[in-house]
């Protein structure tokens, strides 16, 4: 069994995946270290109630330009173009159409008012209308976005985000986090349940010690969430500091999902969406019987995360459950009951859902992206500098890194000629 590779990748969420699939189509070896017992991090489908639901990032966002819509396809996963459900309003909702327009409305004035909040303060709270009568919509909307409300949004970040998505939404039935999980390379060697503890320049490269003994590489690449990097779970060498400093400036904000049954199969419309109180900061979004299973997947933001992450899993099945009632009618309580609900934040190898740059702080994704010493290489949707936050963005900013790391090692042991770790047998299974 090897304990020399070419790269040792930490952390085994999209960003993992997409440098071993970068290495692998190189012949690189490489080792995979994932601190919990699955593959996939912020990725992740479980089987509830019979069906496939993602717990973590569900939608092929921008799908027209999304990586993982042709890894899908090149591996058999069904893609769905169809629109996602929040294009359907359920029509058994008595809407206040009138509200709904100015509320919707409210939201496209404070994102032009952010273009100009963006080369001031650059905070995005500051676009909010005084006073307006909408603000918690817009509040609950960007806590869906960010997973925080517009105080600790920096506009710039916002800005880059939104203009660059193409608005595409597409579905992966058997889950993304299936897909993403299945996606890792089998010349990948793999370690589960192996979290990084220290990471040490050695003279040809890196040497990364864990609770089982220490693995050696020519490079690293680390790809773990901004709440674990500015923590004190991994060491990093001596000189990193910058890197912590631009993790804390990119803190991951709160986003939860409470998922219901439905019991009765004539209580709701399928494949359709509702959306709670609109003067609710804390309301949820929710997507009713997804492609026709008995279930309500209501997906919270922000302060209605909250509730979840500090209150429990009971009090959020409660809040949705009446925020359901008041929509529906008394009728539905008896009609839905508690199937499961996540807990992101309060999960130590990964600590929230996604990153969001702080006010006047933008510019420290590409402070994180950048290389340390050509030994130590850094990925994750919190790096890349428009698709944050999603699972394709993670995906190429891991293409990225492997890409930085092959040139290095090239450079500096002359990969595929005489590189140390390139072939020593380390391809071999963990």
């Not at 919990?36 to 639901?53: E, I, K, V």
């Not at 006047?360 to 290489?377: E, W």
Request: charged share 20%; hydrophobic share 45%.
């Amino acid at each position: 069994m090897g304990n020399a590779f070419d790269v040792i990748i930490i952390g085994g969420g999209a960003a993992g995946i997409g440098a071993a699939r970068r290495l692998a189509a190189y012949g690189a070896s490489a080792l995979l270290l994932e601190a919990s017992s699955r593959l996939g991090g912020r990725a992740f489908t479980q089987d509830l109630g019979g069906y496939p639901l993602d717990l973590g990032c569900e939608w092929l966002h921008s799908g027209d330009r999304n990586a993982w819509v042709g890894i899908a396809e090149a591996s058999g996963f069904p893609v769905d173009r169809g629109d996602p459900p929040w294009a359907k309003a359920h029509p058994g909702i008595a809407q206040d159409e009138d509200a709904e327009e100015a509320a919707q409305r409210a939201y496209g004035d404070w994102e032009e008012r952010l273009r100009l909040i963006a080369a001031g303060s650059d905070r995005a709270s500051d676009a909010l209308e005084p006073g307006g009568a909408w603000n918690a919509y817009v509040q609950a909307i960007a806590g869906f976005m960010s997973g925080v409300g517009p105080e600790a949004i920096s506009a710039t970040d916002y800005l880059a985000y939104d203009d660059a998505s193409t608005g595409r939404n597409w579905h992966l039935p058997l889950g993304y986090g299936t897909l993403v999980a299945a996606s890792l390379p089998s010349s990948t060697a793999l370690r589960l349940a192996t979290p990084a503890e220290r990471i040490d320049l050695t003279a040809e490269g890196v040497a990364v010690s864990t609770r089982t003994g220490t693995v050696r590489g020519g490079a690293s690449i680390l790809t773990v969430s901004t709440a674990v990097l500015a923590g004190d779970a991994i060491r990093l060498p001596a000189g990193t500091e910058p890197w912590r400093e631009a993790a804390i400036a990119l803190p991951l904000g709160r986003n939860e999902k409470v998922f219901l049954e439905i019991r009765r199969d004539a209580a709701f419309e399928p494949d359709s969406h509702a959306y709670g109180n609109l003067r609710d900061a804390r309301s949820a979004s929710y997507s009713i019987r997804p492609n026709g299973r008995p279930v309500i997947e209501a997906f919270l933001g922000g302060a209605g995360a909250r509730i979840v992450e500090e209150e429990g899993p009971a009090a959020g099945f409660a809040y949705v459950s009446a925020e359901l009632i008041a929509l529906f009618g008394s009728d539905v309580a008896s009609a839905i009951r508690p199937l499961a609900a996540t807990a992101w934040s309060r999960m130590a190898s990964i600590g929230g859902a996604y990153s969001c740059a702080l006010p006047g702080r933008s510019q420290a994704r590409a402070r994180l992206a950048q290389p340390f010493d050509n030994r130590l290489f850094f990925a994750g949707e919190a790096t890349h500098p428009f698709d944050f936050t999603t699972a394709h963005g993670a995906h190429d900013s891991g293409h990225r890194a492997a890409d930085e790391a092959l040139a290095a090692l090239k450079g500096r042991l002359g990969f595929g000629q005489r590189g140390p770790y390139a072939s020593r047998g380390s391809r071999a299974a963990w």
